[in-house]
């Protein structure tokens, strides 16, 4: 399994994740929220998948830089 992160905090909003990969990513107030994930201790979103498909294409996009891979 791998773990998609969002580091929520960081996020300015560009909608770039959405666009990108709507799969897994949807905007929300204005952020970038992750869909079906858990919020860990960090106020971070995270989320266990199978295959990480365009999420991979979010980490290289996203200007904030606020999504990793686990
Ligand atoms: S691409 Fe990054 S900065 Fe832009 S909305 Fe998504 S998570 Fe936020």
Do not use: R, W, Y
């Not at 905007?27 to 994930?37: A, E, F, R, T």
């Not at 995270?46 to 979010?58: F, G, N, P, T």
């Amino acid at each position: 399994m791998k773990k998609i992160i969002l580091e929520k905090s960081k996020c300015i909003g560009c909608g770039t994740c959405e666009v990108l990969c709507p799969k897994f990513f949807e905007m929300k107030d204005g952020k970038s929220h992750l869909k079906d994930s858990k919020e860990n201790s960090n106020k971070d979103e995270e989320l266990e998948v199978e295959k990480i498909e365009c999420a991979k294409d979010v980490v290289d996009a996203c200007p904030a830089q606020c999504v990793k891979i686990k």
